[in-house]
């Protein structure tokens, strides 16, 4: 069964902490997306990797990094974390030129 | 600006009824449409994609597009309690690489 598989479910983070949300995926996808997912506002896209080492800005990359040191494997990073940033965060995958993107199950950061 | 709009809902139909989902979007030349499916507290899943104008049936499933109205429909056949989700819709947009754009979804609600 092909998975995406984000680090945590859940996760309660102190403002100012540095924060990273894991995504492992093992289906040899290309791209790899984080998105933020919040009510009324949808999925917003944070950022976006087409291939290690390399990352596109999406709509909402501000406060945000990323790293792609290896395929499978694509890692956020929240530098100084905020309460506006309590989100939930979802890790997707894809082939290049494939819409079908798979999700993983989300991880629901809490910044108190 | 790339804008995916639809109603928030929720659309509430009786079992067996017809579920009509409405998405509108802000670029004219997209090309390529989807409807994905989310479960409360689960992660998307693709379930329908279109990409001519006119109809595309996948079981109790229609998508319909009209490129000129800039409107993509999703109908949802004899509602089942198990269709009662969250319904986003999601454009790709022309010159945003590999990349959708979601809107914020439509809450289904099938009462039996």
């Known amino acids: 069964d092909v998975k995406v598989t984000q680090s945590s479910r859940y996760l309660v983070k102190r403002t100012g902490e540095k924060v990273f949300l894991e995504c492992v995926q093992d289906?040899?996808?290309?791209?790899m997306f984080w998105y933020r997912q919040d009510p009324g506002l949808g999925l917003r896209l944070i950022y976006f990797?087409?291939?290690?080492?390399?990352?596109e800005k999406g709509d909402i990359p501000e406060g945000y990094s990323v790293s792609r040191e290896k395929k499978e494997r694509f890692s956020l990073i929240l530098e100084s974390a905020s309460t506006n940033q309590t989100s939930m965060y979802l890790c997707?995958?894809?082939?290049?030129?494939?819409?079908?993107?798979?999700f993983g199950s989300g991880t629901r950061l809490t910044v108190v | 600006q790339k804008e995916v709009e639809q109603n928030s809902g929720p659309l509430s139909v009786p079992e067996g009824a017809i579920a009509s989902l409405n998405c509108t979007y802000s670029?004219?030349?997209?090309?390529?449409f989807f409807w994905y499916r989310q479960y409360s507290g689960k992660s998307p899943e693709l379930i329908m994609s279109?990409?001519?104008?006119g109809d595309k049936e996948d079981g109790r499933f229609t998508a319909q597009l009209n490129k000129a109205s800039q409107y993509v429909s999703l109908l949802i056949r004899d509602s089942q309690p198990s269709d009662s989700a969250t319904y986003l819709c999601a454009v790709a947009p022309p010159g945003y690489g590999n990349k959708l754009v979601f809107g914020a979804g439509t809450i289904l609600r099938v009462k039996s």
């Open positions: 289906m040899d996808h290309e791209n």
């Open positions: 670029d004219r030349g997209s090309q390529s």
């Open positions: 279109i990409y001519s104008n």
């Open positions: 990797s087409y291939d290690v080492k390399m990352k």
């Open positions: 997707a995958s894809s082939f290049p030129g494939v819409y079908g993107y798979t």
